[in-house]
């Protein structure tokens, strides 16, 4: 860690080096923010940071007396979400403007090693008239541009927001100064897919792999329209992953490309007026595990001769409303909604008819539903906000028998934390 850290000082060095060398043709600007949370929870959550990015409340069965095993207080402090980044604005190149970014925190792997410094954006851009070619990492187009919401939490509304940024190459197009149309081919790198990374077991985990080895990056296209205050947007989402490279049969070891198509679709809206901001988004969608959203996909049939395996994907449904009023002092209103819809196709049980037993690779695919809601305060005082926040999270767990027509479960049982949030930033 201390490495890339130093690593980061010196390309900083560097540039501010080539600055002074070449003062007309480049410009740079070194920013960000010292972030420091603490936070209280009345039930153990997923598990991301240290649990300073929450998603769910998450449910770990009961004990004998019937209590909740995960529902114990835990607090924590953190300053791990701290950030440092540099942007340059640079020479005309092939009738363009050019610009590059590369921003950094310490936020690292959040489920296997937190506290990590690691990359989050870092990518040029080339700026015609009309049109412009970005290349590198960033944001995924779902994130929806300045549509996101004003939160304390590190999650920024995920699950409810999608959330991911990963290496792409985008181009956007504008027609007139309101619209813009974009293209983006985007791969998987911190935020990924889940499939099996030992068949035999059918061991499931998460990684970038899968869609990689699918041969075809994810295709989204997107359209925006800008009116004074007013922000409409959609996008539409195209992805595949390849869970395994082969299956075992009665033979031994087959080839396997069978894939599990995805397909998604979002829309976004923003108003602004004076001190008053209200958002809203909603994204329906398939397998969207790697944009932090629940879901995933199943077996939907098995060939017993070579092992050979189909899948389905899980529809899920999720959205939100944000509303921020004030300057200096600050309130803000956060709801979100999520809905699993259940899989496309039946399920492949490898159990009886009486105990039906499926294979869902996915984030928490056995959820069937999860709202929030979170008023927060803020003091902004010159370089320094302070933001105190409410967040009520309930999650919906599928338990008994799951319906093979859907991967649904008739019966549940409700997970619900209280969390609260003191965050206090200070930006440069």
Known sequence: MKKLFFLFLLIITQISYGQDAKQKETSMEIYGFVRFESFSDSYKGLNAGNELF?????YAGVDVNGNHINQTPTYNFSSMASRLGVRVSGPEILKAKTSANIEADFAGDLGNNPAMFRVRQANAVLAWKKSSLLVGQTWHPFWGGKVFPTVA??????????FNRSPQIRFDYKPSAKL???????????????????????????????????????????????????????????????PTLYTTGTLGKYISDDKVKAVSFVGYA?????????????????????????????????????????????????????????????????????????????????GSSTAPSVVTPGLLPNVASIYRVAPHFALNISKLRFM??????????GIGNIDLKDGLYANGVDATNHRAVLMLMYSF
């Open 270 to 350: 923003q108003y602004v007026k004076k001190m008053f901001t209200i958002r809203a988004k909603a994204v329906l969608g398939q397998n969207m595990t790697h944009l932090n959203i629940p879901g995933g996909y199943g077996i939907k049939t098995v060939d017993k001769t070579t092992g050979g395996m189909t899948y389905t994907p899980y529809n899920s449904l999720t959205s939100f409303i944000n509303m921020v009023y004030g300057k200096k002092y600050q309130v803000g209103f956060f709801g979100g909604y999520m809905k699993n819809l259940g899989t496309v196709d039946a399920l492949y049980n490898f």
């Open 388 to 397: 105190l926040e409410y967040e009520l999270t309930s999650a919906k767990y």
């Open 54 to 58: 929450f998603i769910a409340p998450l």
């Open 153 to 162: 939490g590190l999650n920024t509304g995920s699950p409810f927001q999608p």
């Open 180 to 242: 813009i149309l974009s293209g983006a081919m985007v791969s998987e790198f911190q935020y990924k897919s889940y499939g099996f990374s030992k068949i035999e077991t059918m061991t499931i985990e998460k990684a970038d792999i899968y869609n990689r080895n699918a041969g075809i990056p994810e295709m989204i296209a997107n359209i925006e329209m800008n009116n004074g205050g007013c922000t409409l947007g959609a996008g539409a989402s195209l992805k595949y992953i390849l």
